[in-house]
């Protein structure tokens, strides 16, 4: 069975300062893929990143960036110089990446991480 | 071009009652997937849809759920009768079809909020 597990239920951080969020995963498949999504306040899911189990490359989007270690079956997730606007719950995901529904087949989340970025 | 809109945002019932959530995805998107999260728990799977068919109903948490997608357009779920525990965030998503190995991400709405009393 798979498994996300964000053991930070709540990070409160000041304008400006460096934030990493952390992601374990469990998985038996060889093929998989990890998500991190945002959910501001308005309550929709917004898709940040999709990385698949074959490309252990971190990368960088602006101020975030996300450090993928299959070794420790870790996908991490910083965000550097935050901004209050950062302030959300953010998911870690992964799925199965079968069938028709590709890589968004059957994902499983962790229980989120609540940020607040005070200004 | 409008993103996946579910309706309503929020519904309030007693137990007993039924209600019928209803999502849109995106005009073109085949692929329909519900999830849910009760308070405190991790958003979990509930079934996918592509076009009209049920690919994967393993997450539907008893009878009393009856999703439909008639027409592969929108999809709604339907819980008959409501009890307490069902009480959460009802998250619809949808993707396009995946070709030759490729596809996007999958594009959730803002979700549903069921409260049952």
């Known amino acids: 069975a798979q498994k996300v597990t964000q053991a930070q239920t709540e990070i409160s951080v000041v304008e400006k300062e460096d934030v990493t969020l952390d992601c374990v995963y469990e998985?038996?498949?060889?093929?998989?893929?990890l998500f991190w999504y945002k959910q501001p306040p308005s309550g929709e899911l917004v898709f940040l990143i999709r990385?698949?189990?074959?490309?252990?490359q971190n990368e960088i989007s602006g101020r975030y960036s996300w450090n993928f270690q299959k070794s420790t079956s870790s996908f991490n997730f910083t965000i550097t110089a935050s901004q209050v606007v950062d302030s959300a719950v953010y998911f870690c995901?992964?799925?199965?990446?079968?069938?028709?529904?590709?890589?968004?087949?059957?994902?499983?989340f962790g229980k989120g991480t609540l940020l607040t970025v005070n200004p | 071009e409008a993103g996946v809109t579910q309706f309503p945002s929020h519904s309030v019932i007693e137990k007993g009652q039924t209600v019928t959530l209803r999502c849109d995805p995106i005009?073109?998107?085949?692929?329909l997937y519900w999830y849910r999260r009760v308070m405190g728990k991790e958003i979990k799977f509930l079934l996918h849809?592509?076009?009209?068919?049920?690919?994967?109903e393993s997450g539907m948490p008893n009878n009393r759920f009856l999703a439909e997608r008639t027409g592969g357009t929108y999809s709604t779920l339907k819980v008959q009768p409501a009890e307490l525990e069902d009480s959460g965030v009802y998250f619809c998503?949808?993707?396009?079809?995946?070709?030759?190995?490729?596809?996007?991400?999958?594009?959730f709405g803002q979700g549903t909020r069921l409260t049952v009393v």
């Open positions: 998503a949808s993707s396009p079809l995946r070709h030759g190995g490729a596809d996007t991400e999958a594009f």
């Open positions: 998985t038996r498949d060889t093929t998989y893929y």
């Open positions: 990385r698949n189990s074959f490309d252990e």
């Open positions: 995901a992964l799925s199965e990446a079968r069938g028709s529904g590709g890589s968004n087949y059957k994902l499983t």
């Open positions: 005009s073109g998107h085949d692929n």
């Open positions: 849809f592509v076009k009209e068919s049920k690919q994967d």
